[in-house]
């Protein structure tokens, strides 16, 4: 859970961050493509109106210096494209350059634009004759805006390195006390139950010791034997304590909490354990049905996946419907195996699935104990479990399908 809090707090201070950065690197590249867009226009419309050719100076702050050094000329032309007159501007272009461009020019309905195959803008206006056309070399225009957006993409990835350097480091910081607080909360449930058993075992034993007692009254038998069945369901609440806590420290130190991991015959285990559920489910008024493909294996601890397939298979039995089917289905999912348990019973409310596999979670909102209910942890032991392995498990229910429990191996 803390790993997942740290990337969680990094992605979204380095994704702000992120946006900060782009919106300053583009809206200084945006107003330089402007400016230079401006600057370009305002030196096609001179040409165009004939004023002549301005010489560059040095140390001009008129601001029409860089208009002044860019390379220009103009040229009349028929309506049919032909050259009739080119300025006396100190400045040659290609012929085949120059009738390319006046093509692309006159074959399009707009007044300006930009060549497709060179670093030339024109702009044109119309004339007795045809046409005056005005064209203005770019290319230094464009190798600037270019080095600007390369330096700009330099600056954002250098900045984004350094940024997820020290937000790395300060997530540390800041998750510090989360993380204490996580600890303290694990080694309390642990040592709680650890401390919990001997005296659990002691109330156990003393109560089948007088349980033995034929000389017992039938109401002081009754009160031993509630105390013995309260004490045996808060031993199985210890020991699923236990149990989560330490999932939860191998997960602390990165394990992956598993005792041992081996190959495991799934389709062997899914069906011997619906076949100890068979009387379980006869008693509760419902039966089994499997659709099991052969020789599904999986790598894994074989108990622990037990585990997971009796409280799928318990929950299912439980909560569904008499005389109808609780249907296990195992079947492989591309490199994977996907198990199912379906039920036919009461659908689950959307706003309980998300939290079915929290700790002490239940969907009657009770807070006691029911005589068919456990204490909510069954669920968020088989999600330990199906994460150790690396798998995933999640829950679907609606009126007419019912309710399944999917797990991918």
Known sequence: MLARLRREFVAITMALVGLVLIAALGSTLVSSMTTQDAVTNALLRRALAGEGWAVAQIGDETGQQSADIMLAVTVDVTFDGSVLDRSSSPVSIPERTLYDVIGEALSTSATQGKSADYPIAWMRAGTTEGWRIALVDTYSRDA?????????????????????????????????????????????????????????????????????????????????????????????????????????????????GLPRS???????????????????????????????????????????????????????????????????????????????????????????????????????????RQAQGGFGLGLAIAKSIVEAHGGRIWAESDAESGTTFSVLL
């Open 144 to 256: 600037a805006l270019r080095s600007q957006a390369m330096t700009d993409l330099v600056v954002f990835a250098v900045a984004m390195g350094a940024l997820f350097v020290a937000v790395s480091q300060l997530s540390r910081w800041v998750l510090r006390p989360v993380e204490e607080a996580w600890e303290r909360q694990r080694r309390f449930i642990s040592d709680a139950s650890h401390e919990l058993k001997t005296p659990l075992a002691v109330i156990i034993a003393n109560t089948q010791i007088l349980s033995a007692d034929e000389g017992l009254a039938d109401d002081a038998r009754r009160w031993v034997e509630s105390t013995s069945e309260e004490a045996g369901h808060m031993k199985g609440l210890v020991e699923d304590l236990l149990t989560l806590a330490r999932a939860d420290e191998q997960r602390a130190e990165g394990g992956q």
């Open 262 to 368: 081996e190959d495991v015959d799934l389709t062997a285990l899914v069906s011997g354990c619906a076949l100890e559920f068979d009387a379980v489910a006869f008693e509760r008024g419902c039966r089994i049905e499997c659709e099991l493909a052969p020789g599904v294996h999986v790598t894994g601890d074989p108990d622990q996946l037990g585990r997971v397939v009796r409280t799928l298979l318990d929950n299912a039995t439980k909560y569904a419907r008499r005389d109808t089917a609780v249907r296990v289905g195992l079947a492989p999912e591309g490199r994977r195996s996907l198990l199912r348990v379906s039920n036919q019973g009461e659908p689950i409310a959307p706003e309980d699935l998300g939290r079915l596999f929290d700790r002490f979670y239940r969907t009657d909102r009770a807070r006691e």
